[in-house]
């Protein structure tokens, strides 16, 4: 009798273990299930592209301060301005971004830029924009040093260049270079036929019969979405700020706003 109870204790021990066992790892599973997380409404292609242009706006605004170092009332000037009229100078390019026709063109960058140019030449005084302007002619430098490269490589990989080509290919598109050509360089990522065009003359005496023929076809490839999720981003509802000072309250945020509304009709 008394090895029967042993006999039922000891099982009745293995059960209860194994019984904890079996919760735990349940409770375990449990914690390690991805949560459920309700479902964000999607973000209007649209809205997501201005935020995209706030979001430079902002980053240049940022670079200003560093560069320039603008007073407090210059500051509030110049972030005020931004602020009333960004969405009105970005309209336009927004509405390309959509246009199936000229992807690839869309020049947000360049946008933002020559807006803050014009606006920093207006707003600050003369030592200061020239003090901008040279930040933006560096960065000009920077893009056609990288997109240089990122032609070589394209060339590289699609005609097998030597060494030697390399070299002189890119001696080429270096005498060769036009601003405009960064316009592009986004596309150029994921779509060849996007790519800046190469005259094939400036490189007959570099290239083979067989890499020219090969030059004359661009192969295109799958259309990258409208909405680049590289660029910064500032949402609509957050204002500008340049150290520290925010556009006022009362510049409204949105334009767009004030189109949506039906006019007022005299009585």
Not at 4 to 33: D, H, K, P, W, Y
Not at 74 to 103: G, I
Not at 221 to 231: D, L, P, T
């Amino acid at each position: 009798m008394k090895s029967l109870r042993f006999v039922l204790s000891v099982f009745s021990v293995g059960i209860c273990t194994c019984a904890m066992q079996i919760a735990f790892a349940q409770e375990e599973a449990i914690r390690a299930a991805p949560r459920m997380l309700p479902e964000q409404p999607a973000l209007n292609p649209k809205d997501a592209v201005y935020r995209q242009v706030r979001g430079l706006f902002q980053n240049e605004l940022t670079v200003i301060y560093t560069v320039c170092s603008p007073d407090a009332v210059q500051s509030q000037t110049l972030v005020d301005t931004v602020e009333e009229q960004w969405q009105l100078k970005s309209r336009r390019e927004v509405a390309k971004r959509f246009a199936p026709h000229v992807y690839g063109t869309v020049d947000l960058d360049g946008l933002v830029e020559r807006t803050m140019q014009t606006w920093v030449s207006e707003l600050l005084t003369k030592e200061q924009a020239s003090l901008y302007d040279a930040e933006l002619s560096d960065r000009m430098t920077y893009r056609r040093q990288a997109l240089i490269s990122k032609m070589l490589i394209w060339l590289q990989q699609k005609l097998q260049l030597s060494a030697d080509q390399m070299d002189k290919v890119q001696e080429v598109l270096e005498a060769k270079w036009k601003d405009r050509w960064f316009r592009s360089i986004e596309a150029t990522f994921d779509n060849e036929s996007l790519f800046p065009e190469v005259n094939p003359s400036w490189l007959d005496t570099i290239l083979t019969y067989a890499q020219r023929n090969a030059l004359a076809i661009r192969v295109p490839q799958s259309r990258i979405a409208a909405v680049s999720q590289e660029y910064p981003s500032l949402d609509l509802k957050v204002r500008f700020s340049i150290g520290g000072i925010e556009s006022r309250a009362q510049v409204k945020l949105d334009l767009e706003d004030d189109k949506t509304k039906p006019p007022v009709l005299e009585r």
